[in-house]
């Protein structure tokens, strides 16, 4: 989950100079936010400083962050010839100044803890991309879906090509694990979910794996999906993401060791009293209970109101408190 | 669910004239547009126009609601004292208006379709109250279950009565049912749903029975909610509506007939091309399949900018599909 931000003191300075897309294309910026939170709050792994809608921009997109206001496209994808438009980018050029990050990252953690490189699922990215900006109920979007199927095969197939290829190259450059993230599955009904999203993760997983067999570990977190977290399993991912809304004991029941599971705090206990986000976060680790495959992660992207000693806090209770369930 | 509203000119034409609160405070306008669907679309009941906050604002706190901006309350609750301020009130007195408005909307129905009568849950309620407004992610709310669960209970009990109240003074004036609408159980995680929103459900559940037994059909809908969907059918509901993301075959699995079940058309096909919203239908229908308990609804709200020709179709389509499964 998001780890960098406004959170962060440090993250506010760098931001204070750059605009949102400068600090995503400028890699010793990027490399220098994203590995903020290892020093500073003391997590197990870093996501590297990027943006989800970098894959559009690079589609052929061109692309407004505010992040204030959110993100706007300068057009919006509405029919077939916009979709023809569009490319799949060959990530070594149109997507160089991720890598670069990426490559510049490796090198200065040191191989203190991982790097988790992510994309946005090609469902996702359509929303974005239809909607030409974030909206709550994503009506273009979906109705693209019910009105022209075939067009919306064709632009989630563009984008689920864009996106492996991106994955790869982003491995290639150091990555050391993958995170695919969902955050508008949850809006779809279970036949949509499977017909336009979880199809194309899994052409993804696919591809990533067809390259890298089991050596580089794939996230898959797809948010409001948890009644459908079988579904969520057998996309070949190694790793599922869950939202707070899931209890992670009948995740743990559900998922029967198939993969890990990555999850769950609500974000929003982070704004609460100390022994409000003590308890939960032990509620969450007791659940889990004994056995391996359990990432602690917040169930969502920390908020950029969340009092840093707060973040602190609950990196010391999840190392004190994992050491009653795992041994190493 | 909401039919009257926006997407019927002759509901635009009352606006037009007067303010939304103004609507819901005039038994006769609130009864006309409540009428409206039933003689323009040709549905099987009509739900009483009205809105959810009118509980708070009789509990004690000034109301304003734009149709455009949202709903927004004067100041929001916070302490002890803000909680201890508010009273139940009493539904003859302080909500007098929606008492008209139902007995006003009976008498004119002259009993061609049953007339639902509606609250929002306590949580629900709740998240209004202690935000101000509507909000995306209810930090205030859900900041003050994990910081002060006493008082929160405290809130919710209050709330909990004077919806019990209302919706027995509903009853008394004529609405042949009732509908509960948690709007935001799924924010919730899974215990936190069951604490401080289901046993407040199940609460006013019970005090509604206790006085008319199971002569009046209680409709429960927590949107977001399907994957507890079998702790939502315990809270002794007669029907559970379930939202579009739920499937309606696993629901009926999971219910198992102990409740009917509402829904489930995503209210955005409403906005596609008449062939996708026949299918869509059929669809629903088809995967209920045949026996008793399925009422046809939305998922959730209708969308202001549906065409109005879309819900008609929608409404003869649900009509003649339903005859291959259902014979009376």
């Known amino acids: 989950m998001r780890q960098a931000g406004r959170y962060l003191p440090e993250y506010r300075a760098i931001r204070a100079k750059s605009d949102f897309l400068t600090m995503?294309?400028?890699?010793?910026?990027?490399?220098?936010?994203?590995?903020?939170?290892?020093?500073?709050?003391?997590?197990?792994?870093?996501?590297i400083f990027s943006d989800i809608l970098v894959i559009p921009e690079a589609m052929g997109m061109k692309l407004f962050?505010?992040?204030?206001?959110?993100?706007?496209?300068?057009?919006?994808?509405?029919?077939?010839?916009?979709?023809?438009?569009?490319?799949?980018?060959?990530?070594?050029?149109?997507?160089?100044?991720?890598?670069?990050?990426?490559?510049?990252?490796?090198?200065m953690l040191n191989d203190r803890v991982p790097l988790i490189g992510f994309a946005g699922s090609p469902w996702t990215l359509f929303a974005y991309m239809v909607e030409g900006n974030g909206t709550k109920d994503f009506v273009k979007a979906k109705a693209m879906l019910f009105n022209e199927p075939k067009l919306s095969h064709k632009l989630l197939e563009k984008i689920a090509r864009s996106v492996s290829h991106y994955l790869i190259a982003k491995i290639e450059a150091g990555a050391d694990a993958i995170q695919?993230?969902?955050?508008?599955?949850?809006?779809?009904?279970?036949?949509?979910?499977?017909?336009?999203?979880?199809?194309?993760?899994?052409?993804?997983?696919f591809d990533v794996k067809a390259k890298f067999g089991n050596?580089?570990?794939?996230?898959?977190?797809?948010?409001?999906?948890?009644?459908?977290?079988?579904?969520?399993?057998?996309?070949?991912?190694?790793?599922?993401?869950i939202d707070w809304t899931m209890d992670i004991s009948v995740a743990k029941y559900i998922v029967g060791g198939r993969t890990a599971i990555q999850g769950n705090l609500d974000p929003i206990v982070l704004l609460s009293k100390p022994e409000a986000i003590v308890n939960e976060t032990k509620n969450i680790i007791e659940k889990f209970g004994s056995g391996d495959g359990h990432i602690f992660n917040l169930g969502h992207g920390i908020l950029p109101n969340t009092p840093v000693e707060n973040a602190k806090l609950l990196v010391e209770t999840v190392k004190e408190e994992s050491k009653k369930y795992h041994h190493k």
């Open 215 to 241: 050596t580089i570990p794939i996230i898959f977190f797809s948010k409001g999906s948890g009644m459908w977290l079988d579904d969520l399993v057998k996309t070949n991912c190694d790793v599922v993401g």
């Open 24 to 47: 995503c294309k400028t890699p010793e910026l990027a490399a220098e936010v994203t590995i903020q939170p290892v020093d500073i709050v003391g997590v197990d792994a870093a996501i």
């Open 180 to 205: 695919i993230f969902d955050t508008w599955g949850g809006m779809l009904s279970y036949e949509m979910l499977r017909e336009f999203s979880l199809r194309y993760v899994q052409q993804i997983i």
């Open 65 to 107: 962050v505010n992040e204030g206001s959110g993100p706007k496209f300068e057009t919006s994808i509405s029919s077939e010839s916009d979709v023809d438009k569009l490319i799949i980018p060959e990530p070594t050029e149109k997507l160089k100044y991720v890598l670069d990050a990426v490559s510049l990252t490796k090198k």
